[in-house]
């Protein structure tokens, strides 16, 4: 009898942990970021409602008319496509306006160029959201992307 209700109460006590660390992963806030890393994700396997789910509902509308005017499975292969040209991903200057807004920078990096653009996030539902963009700005960096070091001067 004893030995059961031993077994009984570690039971209970490795459950209890169990569900209080899910909890506290749960209630743990993500960070605006996040939004760009799971997008990026997305596009690069080309889950088009997983990468439309990372944009605020006016943003999400005007990408869904593209997809069904190039096709769902023309996106996708729009979104693979777009995602292997890039070699690197800066994200910085994140800036909070509250709890529910930030801004930040995202940095591509290409082969032969940079782009940078400032975007605009919300959260909705406890996840961070696209909410706008601007247009991308071109950048020439000072060392082309693969260039050798022993080639800069």
């Not at 088009?48 to 943003?59: C, E, G, I, R």
């Not at 509308?61 to 023309?74: I, P």
């Not at 995602?83 to 306006?97: D, N």
Request: glycine share 6%; charged share 30%.
């Amino acid at each position: 009898m004893k030995k059961g209700l031993a077994i009984l109460i570690t039971v209970l006590l490795i459950a209890g942990a169990i569900l209080f660390s899910y909890r506290q992963r749960k209630s743990d806030p993500e960070e605006p970021e996040t939004v760009i890393w799971r997008m990026l994700e997305h596009s690069r396997t080309g889950d088009v409602q997983a990468y439309l789910d990372s944009f605020s509902a006016s943003t999400r509308a005007q990408l869904e008319a593209t997809a069904r005017e190039m096709t769902f499975a023309g996106f996708s292969d729009y979104l693979k496509e777009s995602s292997a040209r890039v070699k690197g991903v800066a994200v910085y200057e994140v800036r909070r306006m509250g709890e529910d807004r930030a801004t930040l920078v995202v940095e591509y990096v290409y082969q032969d160029r940079n782009e940078r653009q400032r975007l605009g996030l919300k959260r909705q539902g406890g996840r961070w959201c696209i909410e706008w963009e601007e247009t991308s700005q071109r950048v020439q960096p000072l060392v082309p992307y693969g260039k050798p070091a022993t080639d800069v001067q």
